[in-house]
């Protein structure tokens, strides 16, 4: 079936370091991706978005990777800080469903000092 | 103004009691969302309310019942709720029903006994 799903549960990395965290999809449809952090006792907060005509778009500190040919998206967190331990969702909005926005299972990001 | 506003932030509800979450955002949006989360899973979509209609239904039991009263204000009626109902309830608005961020609500930490 259709799905947004993640290759790697959890994720340790030292401070300093830079993060990769990827992300499959499987709806050739979908055109529009968001990174959410969550942190424990809280709603998902907004990191970085991209639309199916970009393979790349770079924030602060982040950078969203897409490659449609193998339906693969990634996020990277460069000198990775402790503030940055938390979990993190790929979503992805199926467009032939107006805006429904579908979670990936989540990735544990664990920020070692 | 960027905040999603729920309440009460935790509830504990025995399974004969009526209970609502309430939603609130004042940025404008006209897209609004509830989502199911339980420990250690992504959100799951509920509900999607467009321009004060509901636009998406995901199959949710009818014992949760959405209310858009105004575009500012979401309400999620419960009735009858079983323990495995349990979860976080969060709400999340987005500028529009296409392709644009969503954002989400801390939660309200529901508790069926």
């Known amino acids: 079936g259709e799905s947004v799903g993640l290759h790697l549960p959890t994720l340790s990395v030292q401070e300093g370091d830079n993060s990769i965290i990827n992300c499959a999809y499987s709806n050739s449809a979908s055109d529009y991706f968001i990174w959410y952090k969550q942190e424990s006792g809280k709603g998902p907060q907004f990191i970085i978005d991209?639309?199916?005509?970009?393979d790349k778009r770079q924030g602060q500190r982040v950078t969203v990777l897409l490659n449609k040919t193998v339906k693969h998206l990634s996020l990277q967190i460069a000198a990775t800080q402790p503030g940055d331990s938390a979990v993190y969702f790929c979503?992805?909005?199926?467009?032939?469903?107006?805006?429904?926005?579908?979670f990936g299972a989540g990735t544990i990001l664990r920020v070692k000092s | 103004d960027t905040e999603v506003t729920q309440t009460p932030k935790h509830l504990v509800m025995g399974m004969t009691n009526k209970k609502s979450l309430k939603c609130e955002q004042h940025m404008g949006h006209r897209a609004m969302y509830w989502y199911k989360q339980k420990a250690k899973k992504p959100p799951e979509l509920m509900f999607v309310y467009s321009y004060e209609k509901l636009s998406i239904n995901e199959s949710v039991p009818s014992r949760f019942s959405p209310e858009c009263p105004n575009s500012s204000l979401l309400n999620l009626h419960l009735h009858a709720l079983q323990p495995e109902d349990s979860a976080l309830y969060l709400c999340?608005?987005?500028?529009?029903?296409?392709?644009?961020?969503?954002?989400f609500g801390q939660g309200t930490r529901l508790t069926v006994v």
């Open positions: 999340a608005s987005s500028p529009d029903n296409y392709d644009t961020e969503a954002f």
């Open positions: 991209i639309r199916s005509n970009m």
């Open positions: 979503a992805e909005n199926r467009a032939e469903y107006g805006n429904k926005l579908v």
